[in-house]
């Protein structure tokens, strides 16, 4: 699922493209990818695009004079320009928003169709999508220090919960921890204060870092290949290859259609975390340490 790097990324992308421009007409080529029924899409042919910008996970097109069009791309849906010459065919187009220069075109691989393209009229609405969690950037040390101790969970589960921290999501909270030298299974609540401390300059520095690095290989293009996956992350996707700060092999815990990638020697103190499947599988089998 694009985390908030990459969604910071289309925004920008898609800004420097529409903002200034009128939205032609809105296709949709998969009513379920439509979630509201009023305003209609018919009501925003023809006006001005004012911003473009991120929404914890999504991108939101404003549009004047108080309209909202928030596209959620869930784990396979991404975005593309086109010209606007260009034939449009494949059963994964969900939708395209013409524009005089070209169109956008939200496209979503598989069977399973979990895209969302919302359509609001006032501020009080587009806030409804809002989940509330904290912006990771914006944020104070003090107010990072609070949403981390409002509730007891482990780490990986409190940085992913878009109630907590808004746009982080399950390769960047990888990074974070790697970066940071914690466990994600410690509890929340058993953090001292240098612990939180190293995760909010972990979590700032990285999300930073990554954005840096994404504007930087895309220069200026739209980002057409986005992925969770990148040679240059520490650990995420990284299971069996070399820790790039100590030389051990990353580990991984996989559950449900998520992974956990960390390294055992500078996060767990060496210590291998059970995986619920091998471990049961291996029972006495399986190994407590590198």
Not at 27 to 36: A, G, I, M, Q
Request: hydrophobic share 40%.
């Amino acid at each position: 699922m694009p985390e908030l790097p990459d969604v910071e990324l289309y925004c920008e992308a898609v800004g420097r493209r529409v903002v200034g421009q009128p939205l032609e007409k809105v296709r949709v080529w998969n009513p379920f990818l439509v979630r509201t029924v009023r305003p209609s899409l018919d009501d925003v042919a023809g006006r001005m695009v004012t911003k473009v910008f991120r929404l914890g996970k999504r991108i939101v097109l404003a549009l004047e004079p108080d309209y909202y069009l928030a596209i959620h791309l869930m784990i396979a849906g991404r975005l593309h320009w086109w010209p606007k010459e260009k034939k449009e065919s494949g059963r994964a187009v969900l939708a395209l928003l013409d524009f005089p220069d070209g169109k956008l075109v939200l496209t979503e691989q598989g069977s399973k169709r979990r895209a969302a393209l919302h359509l609001l009229q006032g501020e009080a609405a587009l806030r409804e999508l809002d989940r509330g969690g904290l912006e990771p950037l914006e944020a104070t040390a003090e107010q990072f220090a609070e949403a981390l101790r409002l509730e007891s969970h482990t780490l990986k589960r409190t940085l992913t919960d878009p109630h907590l921290f808004s746009g982080i999501g399950n390769a960047y909270s990888d990074e974070i921890l790697h970066a940071a030298r914690l466990s994600p299974l410690k509890l929340t609540h058993l953090m001292d204060d240098e612990e939180i401390a190293r995760l909010y300059d972990a979590t700032k520095a990285t999300l930073v870092v990554w954005i840096g690095q994404l504007r930087s290989e895309l220069k200026g293009a739209f980002p057409e290949k986005v992925t969770a996956f990148h040679d240059a992350m520490a650990v995420h996707g990284r299971f069996k290859h070399p820790c790039p700060v100590c030389g051990a092999p990353v580990q991984r815990i996989v559950y449900a259609e998520n992974e956990c990638n960390y390294c055992a020697r500078c996060q767990t103190g060496g210590r291998v975390l059970a995986d619920r499947s091998l471990s049961r599988l291996l029972k006495d089998d399986f190994p407590r340490s590198l």
